[in-house]
C-alpha cells in the first residue's frame, strides 16, 4: 500500500512539474503588452515558421501576433544586432539586471523565442552591434569595434559561429555603419549600410562596390531578388527596392511622418510575403504596409503599444 502510494504521489508531482514547464514556457513568458513605450529598439524581423513580427529592445523582446502586442516576462536582456532566421534567432548584448549571465553576452542563439539560449562564441568578451544572419543560409557577419581575440572589422561565418574568416573590405570609404544584412541563401553575398551610401559585396565581404550615390544610408535588407534601403539624398528621404537582376530600383512611398529629421532605422520584409513591410523610425514610429509600401498603417507612434 504504502508503495502504491508512492506512485501515486510521484506521478501527481510528474504532472504538476510537466504542467508547470509547459506554462514557463508557452504560457506566461509572453504577456499582453499594456499600454508601455518601446525604447530602444535594437533589432526586427520575422521569426520562425509562423513568420511572426520581433522587435529587440533595451528591455527584452516584443512580439507582434494577429494584431497584438506581446512582451517578454523575464530573459529581458538587452538585446544588440538582432538578427532572426527561419528557425532561431541571433542575438548580442547584455544580460538583464540581477541576471547571473557574464557581461556581455558574445553571440547567442535561441531556438524557442528567447526563453533560452544556446552561448556559441565571444562569451563574456565581445558586444556585437552589428550582425547579420542569412535567414535560411544561416551564415553569420560580425562587425567588430574593439580589438580582441578578433581583430576590428568584418568576420564571417558559414557553420554558425563554430568558426570564423575575415572580410577584408577593400572599397568601402565609409566612417560609420548603419546596418549589415546578409542574403537569405547565398553565403557569399552581403550588404553594408553606411553614412557614404550603400555597399554590396559577392565574395564574404572582402570586395564591396558602391551601389548608390556617397549620401547616408540608413538601414538595408536583404532579400531573395532585391535590395530595400532607406536613403536620405539630397535633403531628400527615399525607401527604394533594388532589383538583382536588372539593376533597376524603385522608389516606394513613404509612411507619414518619415522624413529626413525622422528617418526609418530598422526594415524588415515577411520571407513569404515580400509585399508585408515594417519599417522603424528613428523616433520610434512603428509602420506596416501590406501592398509593398503603397500604404502604410501606424502601429505605434514613437514606441507607445496599445492593444484594442
Known sequence: MKKMKLIILLTIIGLLVIGCSSKGENGDYFVVAREEPINHIHGIGYLGDKKELFLATHHGLVRFSEGKWYKTSRNNHDYMGFQTTD?????SGHPEL????ENPLGLIKSKDRGASME???FYGEIDFHY???GYKSHTLYVFNEHENSLKIGLHYSVDEGQTWETGSM???SANSIGN???????SENVAISTNKGLFISSDFGNEFKLLTSSSPVTTVEYQEDSLMYFILENSESKLVEYNLSNEATEELSLPDGVSSKNPIMFIATNPDNRSEIIAVSLNNDI???QDNGANWKLLAAEGSVTNE
Do not use: M, Q, R
Not at 528557425?87 to 542575438?91: M, N
Not at 549589415?180 to 547565398?186: E, L, Q
Open 119 to 121: 552561448k556559441i562564441a
Open 131 to 133: 550582425l547579420a544572419a
Open 98 to 101: 540581477g541576471s547571473d549571465l
Open 170 to 172: 577593400k572599397g568601402i
Open 180 to 186: 549589415i544584412a546578409a542574403h537569405p541563401t547565398v
Open 287 to 289: 509602420y506596416l504596409s
Open 87 to 91: 528557425e532561431h534567432f541571433y542575438s
